[in-house]
């Protein structure tokens, strides 16, 4: 597809809806310390909005002759000393320091079909800085079958009718079968199913897990240069990968990490929302998942046992589900909504010697602590996306867990 012309980019570009979403995402992540890559910026849109907001320095990066139009755009809003405009690919321009944020519509219709996403896969490895933020960071292709009469008639049916004695009705297999990408209204639709989730995927893949696996692995000259050893599990496979350490808090017993992939993965946890974050009561049923004494991930049932237990000034929440070494960094899920609710940190354990552990008292830093860890490293974005995902993971099926 060509975008060239200014055709081809005012549907993007004066589209209200996406720009306020876009906006809104910006809004939250963008500081006057802050580097913006817009990668294939057409009119700069994306990129000015990043300006305005007060980033200190913005890139527009865009291979396409409307780069022309994109520089008049700029200096009509007296911004050229923040701007960067770029015309070439990304492999074809040099962009001199690591970026905080990079935002972008690398996307195809219905997310895949122009294959973009490659690119911007590199530009996230390259150029974000650890800790860095991409926009978006996550996508759901939906589907459902409909019936519209007014549509078929004119994108299929008109096939069967002949043009001056010519029979086209060859066609008319080949349009019902075709894709078509409309934006017209459907005044007569009617759907013949609720809408289902075909696909979901993060990039960069980011996983919350416990502090003290963090802690006890960071001191290896590997680690320091490489970054930290994760498993991924997923439909009955086990994926291995490494990955960075984004931000960590010793005292809360929570990290997150950034994985080294560009694997999409669709088995990915649900979050309880942050409004609902209280609602979870003692004796309420969970699932606790994690890799206990080395092993592959076991799902234990079992329930919100107490929701005050205080340690070194931070309170976690204990589950009865049994949990035994290796748990720590696993999910507390709500059995009902298959919706994480807690990051697994400690068991006890009876005796000084010796001592043994008491498998159904496992300790979680819960959800909300979690939301307003986010909150103070500005990240919060990220489980607020994970929050409005469609499908909640199945924990007793799909598994997708941190490190050993």
């Known amino acids: 597809m060509s975008y060239d012309t200014v055709t081809s980019h005012g549907t993007m570009a004066l589209d209200s809806v996406r ?13 006057p310390d802050s580097v913006v890559l817009d990668l294939g910026a057409g009119t700069g849109v994306l990129g000015l909005m990043a300006a305005r907001l007060g980033a200190k320095r913005v890139y527009l990066v865009d291979p396409s002759d409307i780069m022309a139009l994109t520089g008049e755009i700029v200096a009509a809003i007296r911004l050229p000393d923040r701007v960067v405009i770029l015309k070439g690919r990304l492999d074809e321009v040099t962009i001199p320091e690591r970026v905080d944020i990079i935002v972008s519509v690398m996307t195809g219709n219905f997310l895949l079909t122009e294959d973009l996403l490659p690119v911007l896969f590199r530009a996230r490895d390259t150029l974000l800085a650890p800790g860095g933020h991409l926009i978006p960071q996550a996508a759901v292709m939906e589907a459902v079958p409909v019936s519209t009469a007014r549509v078929h008639a004119k994108r299929i049916g008109a096939w069967s009718t002949p043009q001056h004695g010519v029979d086209l009705g060859a066609g008319r297999p080949y349009a019902a079968n075709t894709v078509y990408y409309m934006s017209e209204p459907w005044d007569d639709v009617t759907f013949l199913a609720e809408p289902a989730t075909i696909h979901a995927m993060i990039a960069p893949e980011i996983t919350v897990i416990a502090g003290s696996i963090i802690d ?38 929570t990290a997150l990490l950034k994985l080294h992939t560009d694997r999409l993965f669709t088995n990915v946890a649900r979050v309880l929302p942050r409004d609902e974050a209280d609602s979870v009561k003692v004796w309420d049923d969970v699932y606790a998942i994690g890799c206990p004494l080395g092993n592959d991930p076991i799902p234990t049932r079992g329930s919100i046992a107490s929701k005050q237990n205080v340690l070194n000034g931070v309170n976690y929440w204990m589950i009865n589900a049994p949990t035994y070494y290796g748990n720590s960094g696993g999910g507390i899920f709500l059995a009902d909504r298959r919706e994480l609710v807690g990051v697994f940190s400690k068991i006890y354990t009876h005796g000084r010697g010796n001592p043994v552990v008491i498998p159904h008292m496992g ?14 490293e500005k990240m919060t974005y990220l489980l607020d996306d994970a929050s409005r995902r469609a499908d909640p993971l199945d924990p007793t099926t799909g598994l997708a867990a941190p490190a050993k």
């Not at 809104?24 to 500081?31: D, G, I, P, Q, S």
């Not at 300790?363 to 103070?376: A, M, N």
């Open 19 to 31: 720009n306020e979403a876009y906006h809104a995402a910006l809004a939250r992540v963008v500081t």
């Open 216 to 253: 006890a692995g960071t001191d290896t000259p590997r680690a320091q240069s490489e970054g930290l050893p994760v498993t991924i599990y997923e439909d009955s496979t086990k994926f291995e990968t490494r990955g960075d350490l984004v931000t960590f808090d010793k005292d809360l017993d």
């Open 363 to 376: 300790l979680c830093t819960p959800i909300k602590s979690v939301y307003e860890w986010l909150d103070r």
